[in-house]
């Protein structure tokens, strides 16, 4: 078989058919719990066939000035949710600290280590390294991570949370491509996810969430 056309079928595969698998059953399995099998096949493809080093997953590296411009791109994000929760969802104002709030700081603590780094490795390192084949320019790898990263929420079943998440597929990307960090784009998402829970759009993220 024809190497590209291989890579190309496990992409489709990977990226979209084990999602849509798990929006058609979903008692198959919890969307969190394929993070950590997908993230052990793609450091195994990622060593056979790449100069990838572990180094890469803790590399930082970045300026102070586009963390600053970063730190105040979610400072800004956060003002706008902030203020459509209040004015259009005001029952859902921060919903989960209010109705949990263990449950909210236990999330702070393990959402950015157990679920933005590994979604971050999966939808940006991999993505770019994998298939830089059949993908190749730089915006190439933006807009399929955007849809991609977007495409895996189909499992929430709400379109909401897969508007959000295409949006900010594309600003990791954009994060990742400049700064080769995944480390950073990690923190990043991290804070992100903070923020919607936080103030009251978890609901979109997380099902059956607990307020």
């Given amino acids: 078989m024809n190497k590209k056309i291989f890579i190309w079928m496990e992409f489709v595969l990977l990226f979209f058919g084990i999602p849509l698998l798990i929006y058609l059953d979903k008692e198959f399995i919890h969307p969190i719990m394929i993070i950590l099998p997908a993230l052990l096949f793609i450091f195994l493809v990622l060593r056979r066939t790449t100069d990838f080093t572990w180094k890469e997953l803790v590399r930082w590296k970045v300026p102070k000035a586009?963390?600053?411009?970063?730190?105040l791109i979610l400072a800004g994000c956060t003002l706008l949710t902030l203020g459509y929760v209040l004015f259009f969802d005001r029952e859902n104002l921060f919903n989960l600290p209010r109705a949990n709030p263990w449950i909210y700081v236990a999330m702070c603590l393990f959402y950015p280590i157990f679920s933005a780094f590994g979604q971050e490795i999966i939808y940006r390192t991999f993505l770019c390294r994998r298939y830089s084949r059949i993908f190749p320019k730089g915006w190439h790898f933006v807009v399929v991570s955007?849809?991609?990263?977007?495409?895996?929420?189909?499992?929430?079943y709400d379109p909401v949370s897969m508007i959000l998440t295409f949006i900010g597929g594309l600003y990791?990307?954009?994060?990742?491509?400049?700064?080769?960090?995944?480390?950073?784009?990690?923190?990043?998402?991290?804070?992100?996810?903070?923020?919607?829970?936080?103030?009251?759009?978890?609901?979109?993220?997380?099902?059956?969430?607990?307020?």
């Fill in 66 to 71: 586009v963390v600053v411009k970063n730190l």
């Fill in 146 to 156: 955007g849809i991609t990263f977007s495409f895996l929420h189909i499992v929430y």
């Fill in 172 to 211: 990791f990307a954009r994060v990742y491509q400049l700064t080769r960090s995944v480390l950073f784009t990690s923190v990043l998402h991290g804070l992100f996810g903070i923020m919607f829970f936080g103030v009251g759009m978890g609901q979109y993220f997380w099902l059956d969430i607990p307020i």
